[in-house]
């Protein structure tokens, strides 16, 4: 069954489940010597569409990428439309309906040109896989995961790889930020979980233009079992978690451990409970606001301000008396 494509899309799961609910989508492509066009079939966090929408009228804009198709009027904000097929370097089937998934994030709001939204799935991030290597270098690397489906292997897209591609990506008061550093002069250690190697790469160069030291983990379950590790040693030492690291910084999205459930975790375990822990998203909604205190995490923001996050380091970095 297809989706309402007028309609608003349901609420995201409840906090720290590991789950998601995902907008299943397809693109089709000619192949030289096949009759019938193959089918793609992709995913998109639910929390980052507002609505499944029939194509709307395209206005032509000079000086575009050659990605964005155009720019259309979407519940009276003009907005980008991405086709995600020349993105792919495909050809598209000609006689092919079109429709547009309005997606909102990194505070921001686009248009990403599909041919058809199938339904919505409630899965495990613990089920979502890393893709192939050769579907990867296919996609530029902009794959957040593979689930296997009845219809197929379903990719899971890097939203924010493809904005970056395309030039749409912003940083935002990176100046502000650097004076900030030269004034406060304080320095910390950090653990950031994060499954986008642009984002990965975007907050490093921010936290470590401000002297701080950045140490990298691909996973909520990766980072889970870096603390596991450090708690240990901390344990075996007589020493608090709080003189190895200083702050958790956290995506939501991520296969095996979402963020939600890093944080959880960390703020229900005993010698983990006192590190602070900042939840850094591309989700700018007030539900997942609310989502991440409700799992108490000490901090909220959205991908990205350099200098919300480097104020917000700054404040919560600071060990106790």
């Known amino acids: 069954m297809g989706i309402e494509k007028s309609h608003a899309l349901p609420d995201i799961l409840e906090t720290g489940k590991n789950e998601l609910e995902i907008v299943d989508f397809r693109l089709y492509e000619d192949r030289e010597g096949e009759e019938e066009p193959y089918e793609w079939i992709f995913g998109v966090n639910v929390a980052k569409v507002r609505e499944v929408l029939r194509i709307p009228q395209i206005t032509k804009v000079p000086n ?110 990176e100046a502000e930020a650097k004076e900030e550093a030269r004034e406060t002069k304080k320095t910390f250690t950090i653990l950031i979980a ?7 790469r975007i907050l490093k160069d921010i936290l470590e233009s401000a002297g701080h030291q950045v140490i990298e983990k691909e996973d909520g379950a990766q980072a889970w079992e870096y603390l596991s590790q450090l708690l240990n040693q901390a344990s075996s030492e007589g020493k608090s978690i709080r003189d190895y690291l200083d702050l958790v910084i956290t ?71």
């Open 251 to 321: 995506d939501i999205e991520m296969p095996n451990m979402d963020g939600l459930t890093l944080t959880k975790k960390i703020k229900e375990t005993v010698g983990l409970m006192g590190l602070p822990v900042i939840v850094n998203t591309t989700l700018s909604d007030d539900s997942n606001r609310q989502r991440a205190f409700r799992v108490s995490a000490d901090g909220f923001i959205v991908k990205f301000d350099a200098k919300e996050l480097i104020d917000m380091v700054n404040k919560l970095g600071v060990k106790e008396e």
């Open 64 to 173: 575009m990428p050659p990605e964005v198709e155009g720019m259309a009027e979407i519940r009276g904000k003009l907005i980008p439309l991405i086709s995600l097929a020349r993105w792919m370097g495909i050809d598209e089937p000609k006689e092919r309906k079109k429709f547009i998934l309005h997606l909102e994030f990194l505070r921001e709001n686009v248009g990403v040109i599909v041919h058809d939204a199938k339904r919505i799935r409630r899965i495990s991030w613990k089920d979502i896989k890393k893709a192939p290597d050769t579907l990867n270098t296919k996609m530029g690397g902009r794959i957040t995961g593979v689930v296997d489906t009845e219809d197929g292997l379903l990719i899971i897209l890097d939203f924010e790889g493809i904005l970056h591609d395309i030039g749409l990506l912003k940083i935002f008061h």
């Open 194 to 200: 994060e499954d986008s190697a642009v984002a990965r």
